[in-house]
């Protein structure tokens, strides 16, 4: 797995090498983002890891530290992947625009909405680039679907850094999405 990592930044073979090695997580973690997705959505769980890997192989920067950051790097490649898919519906079906709700409620809207997903990706990038960190906290556990101790393993911090940031990120997200 580290020869892997090491090699992937200057060579394309190692990185479909390193894809390969992972395909379980992979596959997993992106049934667990179609899992939000609207039920009949046209990517199964191997297009998407398809579609991710085709936006890994293009990036320039593939400094992976760890098995658990790739996965993290992947999991925001799917996120994109699905975000484009959802700005196309939209723009197919209504010819743009999107509406705002709670970061609680997009979670149970995400299945039929791709506004809202598109909404929440707005806001989370606009938060990010206020709190870095906090900013992929929530993508750690909400998108990868990592857990408190995960996410502060995953960020080398605390487990009470990770349940602040939580808090701290809500409570932003919450605020921006119900903004008028």
């Known amino acids: 797995m580290t020869r892997w990592l090491g090699q992937t930044r200057l060579d394309d073979a190692a990185l479909a090498e390193l894809v390969s090695a992972v395909q379980t997580d992979l ?7 179609l899992r939000a997705e609207r039920p009949d959505h046209t990517l199964q769980p191997t297009a998407l890891v398809n579609e991710a890997y085709l936006r890994l192989v293009q990036q320039r920067d593939r400094n992976w530290e760890n098995k658990r950051h790739f996965l993290s790097i992947a999991s925001t490649a799917m ?11 939209v723009a197919a079906k209504r010819g743009g625009g999107a509406f705002k709700v709670t970061l609680f409620d997009a979670a149970s809207v995400l299945q039929e909405s ?7 990706d707005e806001a989370l990038t606009e938060f990010a680039d ?9 993508e750690l556990r909400w998108f990868v679907g990592l857990d408190v101790e995960e996410t502060a393993a995953a960020l080398e911090v605390s487990t009470r850094t990770v349940e602040r940031g939580w808090r701290a990120a809500a ?8 903004e008028d």
Do not use: C, G, K, M
């Open 27 to 33: 596959r997993e973690l992106a049934a667990r983002h």
């Open 79 to 89: 996120r994109r992947v699905l975000l484009e898919h959802a700005r196309n519906r």
């Open 114 to 120: 791709p506004e809202v997903t598109i909404a929440l």
């Open 130 to 138: 206020l709190d870095p960190r906090n900013a992929q906290i929530v």
């Open 171 to 178: 409570a932003w997200l919450r605020a921006r999405l119900t």
